[in-house]
Each structure stands twice: as C-alpha cells, then as structure tokens.
C-alpha cells in the first residue's frame, strides 16, 4: 500500500478544555485525533476538538464511514460525541470502539437528564464495538488491504485501551491516560516496539507529577520512545492549566534531550 497516513491533531488538552489567550498556539480543546489511512478515516479519542473536525472536515473530505477509538468514558474523551454532526448524517456508518460495557455506560450518559438526544436519535448506522485488552480488529481501508489493531489495559484509574494500529510497514501507537510505573513501563515497550509515531500522556511536566492521578511526563515519554526504538514521540494531553508560555519552554527542554520527540499542537499534520 503506498498512500501515506495522514494524522491531525484536533485537541490536546486532559481534563477539561481551556479557552484563553494563552492557549492559542497549542491549543484548548481536550483529546482527539484523526488518522487518514487509504479510504477510511479512523479518530482517535472524541474530546471537545471532535466538534471541531465535525464542522465540514468529514464532509470536505467525502468520508461516509467513520471509527471512532476510545481510551475510555472520562468526560475529557467524549465531550464531542454529543455535538458531532455526522451522528445526524443518514448516509454515515459509524463504529464506536471501547473497553466492555462502554455502549451502555455511553448510552446512559448520551440520553436525558444530561442531553436532550441519544443514540436513538441519531441518523447515521451507529455500531459499538467492545473489546477486553488484549483484543485485536481489523478494518479493511483498501481492496484487500488492512489495518491491524491491537489493545493493551492502561494503568489508569478505572482503566484505559491503549491501542496500536499496523498496515503495510506502518505503525501508531496510542497511549493517553497511563501512569508510568516499572511494569508498565516494560509492557509499553514491547507494545509499541518500533512504531513509527508513539503518542504519549505528557499531562504533567516532570516537576508537577501527581502519582496515583493516572498521568505521566513527557520525560517519561523520552525514555519510552527509546526503549521502544519508536521513531518519533507526540507529546499530549497537557493539563488544562498549562499556557503556551509555559508549554513551549518544556518542548525545548524535551527536544534538547531528544529531537525525535515533539509536542502537540491543535491543526498539526503529521505524515507517515
């Protein structure tokens, strides 16, 4: 397969959107991805920057079948679910992916008290897929040509998928909400060995970290990535406090221990 993977970057923050003028260069909204791979559009987590990439984006670019991966059900990932226009589209297929027992816990959450509509609302073909870690899918994005998908249990409160996703020599590892500790430290390596782009929880620089709050540091990142012998790390996921003032001093400080590594920024392109 010669076509390239096209990532944008839609949102970047963890716990909740931020909007102020000190946020505008890496951006406010919280976690979400796409990943353009031959004819499918597969998104990676559905935080506020998902509203964002609804408004024309999947139209412009003429997607009719969307798969959508979810880390699991903190606020922070699925604030776009509500207000993503393709879930009133009738001629959009879309696959929801997330750990056991998401659909209903979603269902419940996307219906009143907390939001006028639900799922049975929505136009689109909507179809849930639930996965225990360990568990591997398949989409087939070409003639004859697949993505391969593979999980792992995060260490996270209440847990998390970290997912990686293969076809033809290309690889992406996902792995937001995940506190580093020696095992999983070990696991992740193994996990994500030799991928091209590992995308990492730096929700805290190294001087702030909470231990036990389910987040790690981009310094943590920097070590993975050579474990693994990724090519290149994505820093994300930002505490929602964090300006850019702030942000841009810890990707130099990162870059100056490790050039492969970079740091996130809402409408960033990434080629593989």
Same mark, same amino acid.
């Given at each position: 397969?010669?076509?390239?993977?096209? #990532?944008?970057?839609?949102?970047?923050?963890?716990?909740?959107?931020?909007?102020?003028?000190?946020?505008?260069?890496?951006?406010?909204?919280?976690?979400?991805?796409?990943?353009?791979?031959?004819?499918?559009?597969?998104?990676?987590?559905?935080?506020?920057?998902?509203?964002?990439?609804?408004?024309?984006?999947?139209?412009?670019?003429?997607?009719?079948?969307?798969?959508?991966?979810?880390?699991?059900?903190?606020?922070?990932?699925?604030l776009g679910l509500p207000c993503f226009p393709p879930f009133f589209d009738p001629e959009m297929e879309i696959h929801l992916y997330g750990s056991k027992g998401f659909r209903q816990n979603l269902e419940l959450l996307m219906a009143?008290?907390?939001?006028?509509?639900?799922?049975?609302?929505?136009?689109?073909?909507?179809?849930?897929?639930?996965?225990?870690?360990?568990?591997?899918?398949?989409?087939?994005?070409?003639?004859?040509?697949?993505?391969?998908?593979?999980?792992?249990?995060?260490?996270?409160?209440?847990?998390?998928?970290?997912?990686?996703?293969?076809?033809?020599?290309?690889?992406?590892?996902?792995?937001?909400?995940?506190?580093?500790?020696?095992?999983?430290?070990?696991?992740?390596?193994?996990?994500?060995?030799?991928?091209?782009?590992?995308?990492?929880?730096?929700?805290?620089?190294?001087?702030?970290?909470?231990?036990?709050?389910?987040?790690?540091?981009?310094?943590?990142?920097?070590? #993975?990535?050579?474990?693994?012998?990724?090519?290149?790390?994505?820093?994300?996921?930002?505490?929602?406090?964090?300006?850019?003032?702030?942000?841009?001093?810890?990707?130099?400080?990162?870059?100056?221990?490790?050039?492969?590594?970079?740091?996130?920024?809402?409408?960033?392109?990434?080629?593989?």
């Amino acid at each position: 397969m010669s076509q390239e993977w096209r #990532l944008t970057v839609w949102g970047v923050r963890g716990s909740a959107p931020r909007s102020a003028p000190d946020c505008l260069e890496f951006g406010g909204c919280t976690t979400c991805l796409s990943l353009e791979c031959g004819e499918e559009l597969v998104i990676l987590d559905a935080g506020s920057g998902l509203s964002s990439m609804g408004q024309g984006f999947i139209h412009k670019k003429q997607f009719k079948r969307l798969h959508i991966l979810l880390s699991h059900l903190h606020l922070d990932h699925i604030l776009g679910l509500p207000c993503f226009p393709p879930f009133f589209d009738p001629e959009m297929e879309i696959h929801l992916y997330g750990s056991k027992g998401f659909r209903q816990n979603l269902e419940l959450l996307m219906a009143p008290p907390y939001w006028p509509v639900g799922f049975h609302d929505f136009k689109a073909r909507v179809t849930f897929h639930e996965l225990n870690p360990g568990d591997g899918f398949s989409l087939e994005i070409l003639k004859g040509e697949f993505l391969k998908g593979y999980t792992m249990q995060g260490n996270h409160p209440g847990g998390s998928l970290l997912y990686r996703l293969e076809a033809a020599g290309k690889s992406l590892t996902y792995a937001l909400d995940c506190e580093m500790d020696e095992k999983t430290f070990h696991q992740l390596a193994e996990f994500s060995r030799g991928t091209c782009l590992l995308i990492w929880d730096a929700g805290f620089s190294p001087e702030h970290l909470r231990p036990g709050w389910g987040h790690s540091t981009w310094h943590q990142g920097i070590a #993975l990535r050579l474990a693994a012998q990724a090519k290149i790390a994505l820093m994300m996921h930002y505490d929602w406090s964090y300006s850019d003032t702030f942000l841009r001093c810890q990707e130099q400080k990162a870059r100056q221990q490790d050039p492969a590594s970079r740091f996130a920024k809402e409408g960033m392109v990434i080629t593989l």
